[in-house]
């Protein structure tokens, strides 16, 4: 597991060409939990979720930056990636 400053790693995804690590804040006295979810695909990142809210244990949001990681995955791969418009590399 990585961390960085006061985030750490608590759980990684290989899932083909996407790689998923979803870190949230350690340390929390008052039981508040925030995070993201970095997707990276083919090792280039392509997109940080956050976790927005404040009502959520460490499992919830674990399952929420999943739910959310795995919904952009499928969005990405229905689209075309072709075309002039720049947002298409990768």
Same mark, same amino acid.
């Given at each position: 597991m990585r *961390?960085?400053?006061?985030l750490?790693? /608590?759980?990684?995804?290989?899932r083909e060409a996407?790689?998923?690590?979803?870190?949230?804040? *350690?340390?929390?006295?008052?039981?508040? /939990?925030?995070g993201h979810a970095d997707l990276h695909f083919d090792g280039e990142h392509v997109c940080r979720i956050a976790l927005a809210g404040?009502?959520?244990d460490q499992a919830g949001a674990i399952s929420v930056l999943e739910g959310k990681a795995d919904a952009f995955m499928i969005?990405?791969?229905?689209?075309?990636?072709?075309?002039?418009?720049?947002l298409a590399e990768l």
């Open positions: *961390t960085s400053a006061n750490l790693e /608590v759980k990684h995804l290989d996407w790689s998923v690590g979803i870190f949230l804040i *350690t340390g929390s006295s008052d039981g508040f /939990v925030a404040q009502h959520y969005s990405w791969e229905s689209r075309s990636h072709a075309g002039d418009t720049g």
